[in-house]
């Protein structure tokens, strides 16, 4: 049973992710052993998946196995013919008696429809006494369908039937209208696998399906699933694995992959299926999954003639595009295929299945952990976690894993392991790939240049630049850095400027969209630093049919860089090339003719197009050039939507690709919505000009204007690059179409119209209003007022406050009425202060300014509860001491801590003397310790000075980015603080390499709460659509309190076009959050705290009725302490002395904790006296009553009308006991963790410091050990730990995810055995190892022995890894060292500082983004392949004698603590060796020691003097 | 935007004065030029402030930051360009101005704030030198008259407006040359009078008629004015404040505007010094600490008179800000102005009870008593009361009243039927209009004794209304929204 959509709850944003795996027989060996194999496989996974709030109840696990013949052969009371001459099909039906018979007449019929033929059906018994109560409310009556053939028919046939009675079955119930037609739905339907899933948690799966346990039900093979949805109402048949594949991780790309899907579907002709094609479509049900919609996909290519393998390696390709050691004829298949079909996006783990071969792919960044294990006695177990089954290690055959982009296969008939590149070869090698690319594909660069021209543009320059909107600040503040460096403009703190639709100014239709990113459920990604997985070419031209394995597939146009030149365009737009044709549509309407004119013209576009692609055109060219004063541009992304819209409604959407040729697009934002919007190519012409304008008159320093064009275009297309990895997307190809946006202030039935499928969700304007816009700057281009003294453009004031322009929340005007108020103490000026910003019924601004509350039922003031309790719940920003400077930050500390309140550190880390207080009182300690990407300074003391740990998953001015701290503000101390290096710039990634998933955040707030029991776990979320389901995920993960935050919020530096246009206001994402909350019944175990821009007593009392009990507030104290907006915090030049690390600027400061704390009691104050005007006593009684709240209806604006705030308002119909906010904490189920057992023996350790050494025995659900022990540790000793090695554990077997985290020094932790991801997390002092069992016979370098992400963010410590590790190996070390034996992709990303030692391959893209620390790589036989290395930051060098003595000594220790043989051979011929090494030297850091150096030695001179 | 690190790498700088020896021996401007190179600098010191409160403060809402920012690029057609679009008399602004954007700088928080004025008037003066500035006349012509009483700043920039969106503009002047305090209440030595002339002459042959010599309801008949389809009153605030003391009536005491106009004209060659209103050997006391004042001091001293002394009723201001006048606000802190630095004495919290008078009934000296402020309850003002004891004599020959206007005068407003509002200025709705509806007035006619600056803002959103009320619609710029509250 869903939750319907209500308020802002939509059930389709909902996520899952997951814990999957498989278990097979080489040898093809069935036993029933194998399913209960399989299924303790997820019982060991199970910290994985979730329980919804019953407690019981799972979000959904299943297991795959083959058809179990013999078995059902003796169950059945009906004959059954041989072992694949028959399909059995697993069928969930209505339990209402009579619309259970009519699917099962249905289907029925559709079957013999086919020729085929129902042998009967089975009852499958199942005991419901195992499910949970939601389970058990959604529960469908599970039936088998044996189904037979009629004539001997191929197999190929007979699956194909099979498919189209089931597809054609399907789409009728669906159409039916019965009320349980829901119900229905084929787990699976299959001559040789079948699929017993449902709502159920791992270890109920035999328990609900008694067939599993009956010994003749064998198989050999199983592939196991169990998900973890965000929310709790996950249903039956989204449980997994799906027909051929289960999935971990999440489709990111799904929307524009099934928008293409659709558009395919036109072109769709089989042989296999003949006539009645059209019956089986749509190929992808509506409502499904993203892992559901893959499997139909899959499915489906599956009767082309492409083999399993082939048609994955078709939907989630490796990276080829920039890889130059891939081999030419699997480039050729990939680039082929990539004119065919865009790529499924993961991250994606995948184990896939067939009956025959099963088989696992993980998709090109490698983001979910695959382990696999050969046991000499013939299985093959793949799952997300190594040590799920227990194998002895003398069995071990081979610990592998799988890399990103790379597949495997068992072959069960021939009975082995067929490898990534053996596989693949043979796949691509089938056909003539290059050869059908060389005659077919046409790079741009190489279509011939005709001589025909553009003509000039009649109507003068100035006017057309009017006409479309263009300031002075465009060009000064957008273009010119774009022009002359390349380089997307950065700007800093939050936006402050009306919503589109609240704006009175004309606005683009661009910025009523918003762009969406990644958090919790997918990660972002650095397109950056990991350059080498993402693409922005495009092919466009006409699609053929899916079907057809043919060389025209790929004649199509293709284009490095989608964002192209005048020139460039000429070439399109007269190209006389066979195969290609193009005709220029124009989208400019009759501007007499207003908004009829507009709808008309877009009708007749769409007729021009019909006919022209009737005629053989495949390149559209939608052109606004030419306007004059009869003639008014439609806006390009409405054309470009439409067009590709209602093509697809006229079946020609695959014929043609969309090229946009407008003087609309000049920030990232518009060329991505066009992108996003279906365009194939984009010509800014009007940018064109102006570039060409500005080098001319020498206003940029880029002498050649085709230079300074080439120089935007390259821009623009690492700002899409950027907006796409917000998202997680790598390629272009794949966002094309995908409409990731969200709008706001677009009413639905317009949006329904032009953009469909886009959430908007307070309605507001439509083209009435947006043609009035049109109109709007049309007359002021063409009938400019006769004033001499005019300027050409206006100045602009999006970015910079200007009188004229666009409002601004933080204006002279508010920000010295606050300064004032807090100086002088005064409240009469706050109210001054108060009341701008709030009284908004004439100058509208935010969401929350359309509010009036209502109902009023006022008490006295003295009633309601004091201003020092109220103020318990305010809290200071995160704002790392690195953005800001160390007097401001321990202002803001001081501040809060005098009231109750709290601060947060920002994630810059914290000084160790700031933990305890200060002789005069004063307590500098942030409360709120921030965990974010970068983990800098993030050590087990710091986490253990918290009272709140937050983990920040995005942040408002730019969700979905990663920072970076440039090297002139890394000043010595921040430099200790975040144990970095002075003067070298520092990353922050854009995700956590920790948290790809929810299952992952799980584990990060365990890890954090292992490290501080007593702390809160705080997940801070951006606003977005869909943050309700993802703050339920966040409640589920043991979250204790999550904050919404506005994209409003601000920044210390952030590229202008998030700043403006990604994620959402808060009042959406906080109302949305509280409705999904309750909903799911998990409002009352976590607290909801709000903030973004958060200014007045009103705002907090709007955001607690919408559902925050706890609120954040930024920039207004930063304003208290003297902050004058400067909008310079990037440049370090702020003259206030607050965002910058200057130490003559920073004396300028002159902010108190007093201006602080009389801005917090302001705030409350005036809370208070709203409270009382409600009639509220607390603020708890006062969270989630929205009923208070309406939209203020004196609101005059034109395009306010349309806009409907019910949505916001809306409270779920729940049981009136049930509270509105937190009344009960989470259980973080601690007490099974092996550190309490291990504390219980270690006291003489930690409280005498006696040397101790204790043997444990420890398994994959064994997770984060050694972090309580550290922390306990450190509230005794603090930052210094133990003496080393006064510690030492010993444990056999495979350790869990994060074992070692965050331990602390004087402890030794050795496995011998294996570990999971995370191993050494913020490894803060002590000695690890992992050695191979002794008994093992395989060879350590060859085996996988730790899992992803190793070392991440370690401060201290030493690592020792007698084996391979996995992806990301030493991400963002920051001081440990460590010695490995081989690792995967991305080794030694961001890390600043430390020592990695390797001693065997190394994966691609090694020291991405290193900006310190050193790595040794072993090269043995000089093969190391250059490629592999990222050289953006580095050097490669010849080890100095000096550098070979540091490396020897750790390649001693590793031996020393883990028998490596590998470092023994080493060491033996040390002589032989000690020169076969290479060394991994960041520049800047280089540059950097040099310069301490001399700085050091200067100052011992001085001080030689002066002694 | 400036230059990043600017403001870190140069100081403000000053033009250097002439000698005060020397200046005070004619009534020239006495600054110099600053070398292009130093002002680009200057420019360069901008921050391109997120929020610039200059732009705030100032009333015209002038482009500050942008114009700052072509200067430190050099390019000083687009920086008169951007100039231009906000005020129609930088000539004016960047000489008298006491540059509220200058107190609103931000980089004034920390350091000497940008030098904003000095900018302006470069800028103008450049564009002057290079002929930039030309007569524009529009295009067109509506074919409506209106006409402007009063040809001071407000007048003068309703005039230009109102004539740029075409409509046919005379503008009334009662004085012989138009400018209006410009012309004769500001001595020569702070703006020399051809550099009205020159404007004027701009103006001129823009098309808008000036009539001088014309008193409108007193030398041209108030009925004349119905032939226009609007009026636009700006005839300023000049009913001076008297002090209703004994011995008022002594010969030596006369008013500070009387003194400076009858000074200017002389200046300009059109009368000789007479005794009566000449300084020179005299003992001057000037009484009222403002600008007004200051002017009277320093032409004071260019007469040659003995003694210059200065009194002031209000406590001697802080050197900075105080906490109640909190940056951005206006500061009312102690300001020394050239001609301060030209030799004055002067005192505060000083109040004139009585003048001296000989036989003749000439004055001969006056009487003081100290003052003492007292602090009211919060929100009241402070209280003033007098120290007993506090007695003084000052000798002197001629004091000159500077104790500013109370309004505009009344004759006017009552021919034309206009209600006066509670400080008995003319009363104008937010769109500057008066109960009669084609009459609008601006300028401190309107707002009462003000700035230049102010009467430059009012006369241009003026005009922009007279502008929409005779057409239904305005092109004319306005400066928007975004004043600087007061504190």
Redo the contacts between chains.
């Keep these: 049973m869903k939750i319907k959509q209500q308020g802002l709850y939509s059930p389709e944003f909902e996520h899952d992710n997951c814990g999957a795996g498989f278990i097979c027989n080489l040898k093809g060996k069935r036993t029933n052993d194998i399913i209960h194999k399989a299924i303790d496989i997820l019982i060991r996974l199970e910290h994985r998946g979730a329980v919804s709030a019953d407690g019981k109840t799972g979000d959904g696990a299943g297991i795959l196995i083959d058809i179990p013949h013999a078995f059902f052969k003796k169950v059945c009371d009906f004959e059954l013919p041989d072992f694949k001459s028959y399909a059995v099909g697993m069928v969930f039906l209505p339990p209402a008696a009579n619309q259970l018979n009519i699917c099962k007449e249905i289907f029925e019929k559709e079957v013999k429809k086919q020729g085929l033929e129902v042998i009967g059906w089975r009852k499958v018994p199942i005991d419901s006494s195992c499910l949970g109560k939601v389970a058990a409310s959604s529960e469908p009556i599970t039936q088998q369908i044996f189904i037979g053939k009629t004539n001997d028919i191929s197999e190929e046939i007979f699956n194909a039937k099979l498919f189209a009675a089931r597809k054609i079955t399907e789409h009728k119930i669906e159409e039916s209208g019965f009320s349980e037609s829901h119900y229905f739905y084929l787990p699976s339907l299959s001559t040789t696998t079948i699929i017993y899933k449902g709502l159920l948690m791992p270890q109920d799966i035999n328990k609900y399906y008694l067939d599993l346990n009956e010994p003749e039900v064998v198989t050999k093979l199983a592939l196991v699933h169990q998900r973890f949805s965000t929310n709790t109402f996950p249903s039956w048949e989204l449980a997994q694995p799906f027909r051929y594949l289960c999935h971990n991780g999440e489709i990111n790309t799904l929307r524009g992959n099934l928008s293409r899907m659709r558009a395919r579907e036109e072109l769709f002709k089989s042989e296999v299926f003949g006539e009645n094609f059209k019956e089986i479509l749509p190929i992808v049900s509506e409502g499904k999954s993203d892992s559901a919609a893959m499997d139909m996909v899959l499915e489906s290519l599956l009767h082309t003639g492409r083999s399993l393998p082939e048609a994955m390696m078709m939907m989630v390709p490796e990276a080829w595009e920039k890889n130059p050691s891939m081999p030419g004829e699997k480039k050729a298949f990939y680039e082929y295929n990539a004119c065919i079909m865009e790529p499924w996006d993961g991250p994606a783990s995948i184990p896939f299945t067939d009956g025959n071969y099963i088989g696992a792919l993980l998709d090109r960044n490698g983001l979910r952990p695959s382990r696999y294990t050969v046991t000499k006695d013939g299985y093959v177990i793949m799952s997300s976690e190594t040590g799920v089954i227990d194998i002895k290690p003398e069995n071990v055959a081979l610990h592998g894993r799988l890399e990103p982009g790379k597949m495997f296969l068992v072959d069960m008939n021939e009975g082995r392991i067929i490898g990534d590149e053996e596989l693949k070869e043979s796949i691509v090698s089938k056909l003539p790939y290059r050869k059908w690319l060389d005659q077919n594909l046409l790079p741009l660069a190489e279509v011939p240049y005709t001589g025909n021209k553009t003509p000039v543009e009649k109507i003068d320059f100035v006017t057309r630049q009017q006409l479309f909107g263009y300031t002075q600040e465009d060009i000064d503040t957008i273009i010119t850095p774009m022009a002359s460096l390349g380089k997307e403009a950065i700007g800093s703190m939050g936006t402050d400027t009306p919503l589109a639709v609240l704006s009175e100014r004309p606005q683009l239709l661009f910025n009523y969209f918003k762009q969406s990113f990644a958090q919790v459920t997918n990660p972002p990604l650095d397109g950056i630093r990991e350059e080498i997985v993402t693409d922005i070419s495009l092919c466009l031209g006409e699609d053929l049919n899916i079907f057809e394995i043919i060389p025209e597939q790929c004649r199509k146009l293709r284009i490095q860089n989608p964002v192209i030149s005048n020139d460039d365009l000429d070439k399109i737009k007269y190209i006389k090339y066979p195969g290609f044709k193009s005709e220029s549509i124009s989208i400019l309407y009759e501007a007499e003719k207003g908004l009829n004119g507009l709808e008309a013209r877009l009708d007749e576009i769409i007729n021009e197009i019909t006919i022209a692609v009737d005629n053989g055109c495949n390149l559209i060219i939608l052109s606004d050039r030419n306007v004059n004063p009869k003639l008014a541009p439609i806006p390009s992304l409405l054309a470009c939507s439409f067009v590709h819209r209602m093509a697809k409604n006229h079946n020609r959407r695959s014929s043609f690709g969309i090229v946009i040729e407008s003087a609309e697009p000049r920030e990232p934002h518009h060329f991505a919505l066009l992108f996003g919007y279906g365009a194939s190519a984009i010509n800014p012409y009007m940018v064109n000009e102006i570039i060409r304008k500005l080098v001319k008159n020498k206003e940029i320093d880029v002498e050649d204007s085709e230079e300074a064009v080439q120089n935007f275009n390259k821009a623009i297309g690492k700002g899409i690059l950027k907006i796409m990895n917000k998202i997680g997307i790598s390629t272009l190809n794949s966002y094309r179409a995908a409409q990731i946006f969200e709008i706001i202030g677009l009413h639905n039935k317009f949006v329904d119209k032009y953009f469909i499928n886009t959430p908007t969700r307070i309605e507001g304007i439509g083209l009435y209003e947006i043609e009035k816009e049109i109109q709007k700057r049309f007359e002021k281009a063409f009938n400019p007022p006769e004033s001499s003294t005019d300027l050409d453009l206006e100045i602009g004031g999006d970015y910079r406050w200007r009188r004229n322009s666009e409002r601004h929340m933080f204006n002279p005007a508010t920000i010295a009425k606050l300064q004032q108020a807090v100086k002088q103490n005064n409240y009469k000026s706050y109210e001054d202060y108060s009341k701008l910003v709030n009284e908004q019924s004439e100058n509208l601004m935010t969401i929350r300014g359309m509010f009036k509350f209502k109902d009023l039922d006022p008490i006295s003031i003295d009633e309601v509860e004091p201003w020092t309790e109220i103020v318990k719940r305010f809290k200071t920003g995160a704002m790392s001491l690195g953005a800001i400077s160390q007097e401001a930050h321990e202002t803001l500390a001081i501040a809060m801590n005098r009231i109750n309140a709290k601060s947060n550190s920002g994630e810059g880390g914290e000084d160790p003397q700031r933990f305890n207080k200060d002789m005069d009182g004063n307590w500098r300690n942030s409360s709120i310790k921030q965990v974010a990407s970068g983990r800098f300074g993030v050590s087990i003391n710091y986490l253990s000075s918290a009272t709140e740990i937050q983990i920040k998953m995005a942040q408002g001015a730019k969700p979905g980015e990663g920072g970076q701290l440039p090297g002139p503000k890394v000043s010595p101390y921040i430099a200790k603080i975040r144990n970095s290096t002075p003067y070298v710039g520092l990353i922050s990634p854009p995700p956590h390499h920790d948290i790809y998933s929810i299952e992952d955040l799980a584990q990060l707030i365990f890890d954090l709460k292992n490290a501080n029991r007593q702390a809160r776990i705080n997940v801070k979320l951006v606003s977005k659509v869909g943050i309700g389901t993802i703050a339920a995920g966040v409640a589920k993960a043991k979250g204790d309190v999550v904050l919404i935050s506005g994209y409003d919020g601000g920044t210390g530096a952030s590229p202008l076009t998030s700043l403006k246009h990604a994620g959402l206001p808060w009042e959406l994402g906080l109302a949305e959050a509280q409705q999904t909350l309750l909903l799911n019944n998990l409002r009352s175990r976590i607290i909801v705290e709000c903030d973004g821009q958060l200014k007045t007593g009103r705002d907090v009392a709007v955001a607690c009725l919408l559902g925050a009990e706890e609120f954040g507030f930024s920039t207004a104290p930063l304003v208290a302490t003297g902050c004058i907006m400067m909008r310079a915090c990037h440049l370090n030049t702020c003259p206030v002395g607050i965002a910058t690390q200057d130490p003559e600027l920073r004396k300028n400061f002159k902010g108190t904790p007093e201006d602080v704390i009389n801005f917090m009691y302001f705030v409350a104050q005036e809370l208070r006296q709203i409270m009382a005007d409600l009639g509220f006593r607390t603020l708890n009684e006062m969270v989630g009553q929205s009923q208070k709240l309406e939209m203020n209806k004196a609101i005059d604006h034109y395009k306010a009308q349309g806009i409907d705030l019910s949505k916001i308002l809306y409270k779920p119909k729940i049981k009136k006991d049930k509270p509105l906010h937190n009344t009960e904490k989470q259980d973080h189920c601690l007490e099974n963790v092996l550190d309490f057992k291990i504390l219980k023996k270690a006291h003489p350790a930690i409280y005498r410091k006696e040397k101790m050494s204790l043997n444990f025995p420890i398994n994959n659900m064994n997770r984060t050990t050694g972090a309580i022990i550290s922390n306990e540790i450190t509230k005794i000793h603090g930052e210094k730990g133990l003496p080393e090695n006064t510690l030492t554990l010993n444990f056999k077997g495979s350790a869990g995810q994060s074992f070692g985290a965050f331990s602390t020094k004087g402890m030794t932790l050795n496995v011998e055995g294996n570990t999971n991801d995370y191993f050494g997390k913020g490894l803060s002092g002590a000695t690890l190892s992992v050695s191979v069992p002794k008994l093992a016979t395989f060879k350590s370098h060859e085996n996988t022995i730790i899992g992803n992400v190793a070392l991440y963010g370690a401060i201290n410590g030493e690592a020792y890894i007698n084996g391979i590790g996995g992806e990301r190996f030493c991400v963002r070390n920051s001081g440990a060292k460590a010695v490995i034996e081989g690792i995967g992709d991305h080794g030694c990303e961001y890390m600043t500082g430390g020592i990695a030692v390797i001693l065997g391959k190394i994966g691609r893209n090694f020291a991405a983004g290193m900006s310190g620390g050193i790595a040794y790589l072993y090269n043995p036989n000089d093969n190391v392949d250059v490629n592999n290395f990222n050289m953006e930051l580095i050097k490669l060098e010849h080890p100095s004698i000096e550098d070979q003595k540091e490396f020897k000594g750790l390649i001693e220790k590793h031996y020393l603590y883990t028998q490596s043989k590998l470092a023994k051979n080493i060491l033996d011929n040390w002589k032989e060796n000690s020169g076969k090494f290479i060394k991994v030297m960041p520049i800047e850091y280089k540059k950097a020691l040099q310069k301490l150096k001399e700085e050091k030695m200067k100052q011992d001179k001085s001080e030689l003097k002066t002694a | 935007?400036g230059k990043?690190?600017g403001?870190?790498e140069y100081d403000r700088a000053q033009e250097e004065t002439e000698a005060v020896t020397i200046r005070v021996k004619n009534y020239k401007e006495f600054s110099k030029k600053l070398p292009n190179e130093d002002l680009k600098e200057q420019g360069g010191r901008c921050?391109?402030?997120?929020?610039?409160?200059c732009?705030?403060?100032c009333p015209l809402?002038n482009?500050i930051?942008?114009f700052n920012h072509a200067v430190y690029k050099n390019d000083w057609k687009k920086a008169l360009?951007?100039l231009?679009?906000t005020n129609n008399f930088p000539e004016f602004t960047g000489r008298l101005c006491p540059a509220p954007c200058e107190s609103?700088c931000?980089?004034g928080?920390?350091e000497e704030p940008v030098a904003i004025e000095m900018i302006e008037k470069y800028i103008v003066e450049k564009g002057f030198q290079e002929g930039w500035i030309k007569p524009?006349p529009?295009?067109?012509r509506t074919g409506k008259t209106v006409a402007v009483v009063g040809s001071g700043p407000a007048g003068l920039a309703a005039a230009q407006?109102l004539n740029?969106?075409?409509h046919l503009v005379t503008v009334f002047e009662r004085d012989d040359k138009p400018g209006g305090l410009l012309r004769y209440g500001i001595p020569d030595f702070k703006l020399e009078k051809h550099i009205i002339d020159r404007r004027i002459n701009v103006m001129e042959k823009e098309g808008i008629l000036f009539k001088t010599n014309i008193n409108v309801g007193v030398n041209f008949s108030v009925e004349k004015l119905q032939e226009f389809d609007a009026l636009v009153l700006c005839g300023g605030a000049t009913e001076k404040r008297p002090l209703p003391i004994p011995g008022a009536d002594a010969k030596g005491i006369v008013q500070a505007m009387d003194f400076l106009k009858n000074n200017n004209q002389v200046v300009d060659g059109l009368k000789e010094l007479s005794e009566e209103l000449s300084a020179k050997s005299k003992n001057v006391i000037v009484i009222g600490g403002g600008d007004t004042g200051s002017d009277c001091v320093g032409t004071s001293n260019r007469h040659g008179a003995e003694s210059v002394t200065n009194f002031e009723i209000m406590p001697m201001p802080s050197t900075g800000r105080t906490?109640?006048n909190?940056?951005?606000?206006w500061p009312f802190n102690l300001k020394t102005t050239s001609s301060h630095k030209e030799g004055v004495k002067r005192n505060w919290s000083i109040a004139t009870k009585e003048f001296v008078k000989d036989d003749q009934g000439n004055l001969k000296a006056l009487k003081t008593l100290n003052i003492e402020w007292v602090k009211g309850e919060p929100?009241q003002r402070p209280q003033l009361k007098e120290v007993p004891g506090s007695e003084k004599e000052w000798p002197c020959e001629l004091v000159l009243l500077a104790l500013g206007f109370t309004g505009p005068e009344k004759s006017l407003a009552q021919q034309l039927g206009l209600k006066l509002d509670e400080r008995t200025n003319i009363k104008a709705d937010k769109t500057y209009q008066t109960n009669v509806a084609n009459i609008f007035t601006a300028g401190d006619m309107h707002r009462g004794q003000s700035l230049i600056v102010w009467a430059i803002s009012e006369g241009r959103e003026a005009a922009r209304h007279v502008d929409e009320f005779l057409t239904g619609h305005?092109?004319?710029?306005?400066?928007?929204?975004?004043d600087?509250?007061t504190?």
């Design positions: 935007m990043i690190r403001f870190l921050m391109d402030c997120g929020i610039p409160f732009h705030s403060g809402g482009l930051p942008d360009r951007i231009h679009s609103a931000v980089l928080i920390v524009e529009p295009e067109h407006q740029r969106a075409g906490i109640e909190p940056w951005p606000f929100g305005s092109g004319l710029p306005t400066k928007g929204a975004g600087l509250p504190v």
